[in-house]
């Protein structure tokens, strides 16, 4: 069988009945998610476009997700505020039960 040079550029030689699947399943540089996948990139890439070309573009998804992070943490903050307000108003109820308790 004669072997050809990987039509994706990895260095590998493989027999041409088998290159479409290593292609597909073994090459190295096949395509694979983007590392910004998380925060939103739905592109496939393979590594030699991992470069600055690509994961340049992200700046507006990290900063969209940056912004989201800081809006749920305000949002968080806010609701322990209201939680913790909540807590010492059942405080109070209880130290007022219980001396109304004891007076009986």
Not at 1 to 18: E, F, I, S
Not at 32 to 53: I, M
Not at 80 to 96: M, V
Request: hydrophobic residues 35%; positive net charge; contains cysteine.
């Amino acid at each position: 069988r004669r072997l050809r040079a990987c039509r994706k550029g990895c260095g590998q030689r493989v027999p041409l009945a088998d290159m479409e699947e290593h292609c597909r399943r073994d090459c190295p540089n096949k395509p694979q998610a983007c590392p910004y996948a998380g925060v939103g990139c739905e592109e496939l890439v393979a590594p030699p476009e991992r470069g600055q070309a690509h994961l340049g573009a992200h700046v507006d998804l990290l900063l969209g997700a940056l912004t989201r992070a800081q809006a749920e943490a305000a949002q968080t903050r806010h609701e322990l505020a209201l939680t913790k307000d909540q807590l010492a108003q059942t405080r109070q109820q209880a130290a007022r039960t219980e001396q109304l308790l004891e007076q009986t």
